[in-house]
């Protein structure tokens, strides 16, 4: 991973807040981007409850900033959540498409603000998530 040091913390949390603002749906924009490239997710949630699905990952996104400098935190966590993910059969392929889709949802959700730092900011923390969850998958198999 990333050192948390690395990741550009500011900008990320700026960026949230305002894109959060301006699209209070963003998580729902989110799930409508991976659904639609690549339906082959849908199944994964089954009779799952999309408002919870929403609710949840906008707490987890929330969780994750608020925590940045914290390395030994977001390992735990997102460990943990990684191991719970592998559970629902969620592959290491997936992990790119959450990210491909939740860049594409901020992004269009950002509008005209959204610059070429903010990309890079997000794919970076993306994919220090992703690693830190594959990891913990990893340990579950």
Do not use: C
């Not at 959540?81 to 594409?104: I, N, P, Q």
């Not at 959204?114 to 890079?120: D, F, K, S, V, Y």
């Not at 994919?127 to 830190?132: D, Q, S, T, V």
């Amino acid at each position: 991973m990333k050192p948390a040091m690395s990741l550009n913390a500011v900008l990320l949390r700026q960026s949230f807040d305002a894109i959060v603002e301006r699209e209070p749906a963003l998580t729902r924009r989110f799930y409508d981007v991976l659904f639609s490239r690549f339906p082959q997710a849908k199944p994964l949630f089954g009779s799952a409850s999309m408002d919870r699905q929403m609710e949840m990952l906008q707490s987890a996104l929330v969780s994750v900033l608020d925590h940045l400098e914290d390395a030994s935190w977001l390992a735990s966590t997102l460990g943990a959540l990684g191991r719970k993910h592998a559970g629902y059969g969620v592959t290491a392929e997936m992990y790119d498409w959450v990210g491909e889709s939740l860049v594409t949802a901020l992004a269009e959700s950002a509008g005209p603000a959204w610059t070429t730092a903010m990309r890079e900011a997000w794919a970076d923390a993306y994919g220090a998530i992703a690693r830190l969850m594959l990891a913990g998958a990893a340990e579950s198999a």
